[in-house]
């Protein structure tokens, strides 16, 4: 079982990539009084988050003043993948929430045996992370034409065209 945490009110929360486009690992990394927290997640995992604190800031008063969500602190060392994210808001605290829950390898494990972790952040540092992770998830390989698979910088055998010939972008 690996290491569960809270982070009752982080100082600094961004996320980040590692590697070329196509081989990127996305990261969603977390700091408060020195501990720096580095999780790995799935760029679609980072594309839902950010549409569900859009939607959930979409509700709250805007921020005053959105500062950069910055670039991942090195180094990156993720204590666990993560399986799935829960994000709520403290109204007493003005704080969002955001639990994440360990991504179990095996299929039999005891999902009680997964770590959890949990953070705690300002809605300025939620409008900083959606504009962030945007720009990750925008900065990825440009999709097909015809069938929104990612494009390689060598072509891509598209199934709408049946693999005969390779999409122009």
């Avoid at 994210?85 to 605290?93: L, N, P, S, V």
Wanted: charged share 25%.
């Amino acid at each position: 079982m690996n290491e569960s945490f809270d982070l009752a009110d982080a100082d600094r929360l961004t996320v980040g990539t590692v590697g070329a486009p196509g081989r990127r690992v996305f990261y969603l990394q977390a700091a408060q009084a020195g501990r720096i927290v580095t999780l790995k997640v799935e760029k679609q995992q980072v594309a839902v988050l950010a549409e569900a604190l859009v939607e959930l800031l979409s509700d709250l008063p805007a921020p005053e003043a959105v500062p950069s969500a910055g670039e991942l602190l090195l180094p990156v060392e993720p204590l666990w993948g993560v399986g799935g994210m829960q994000i709520a808001y403290d109204q007493e605290g003005d704080r969002l929430v955001l639990v994440a829950q360990e991504l179990l390898a095996d299929d039999d494990a005891d999902e009680d045996d997964a770590a959890v972790g949990r953070l705690r952040f300002t809605r300025e540092q939620a409008a900083a992370l959606i504009s962030r992770s945007q720009e990750l998830v925008e900065a990825g390989r440009p999709p097909c034409p015809w069938c929104g698979h990612p494009l390689d910088p060598t072509g891509h055998s598209c199934p709408r065209t049946n693999g005969h010939r390779p999409p122009t972008p």
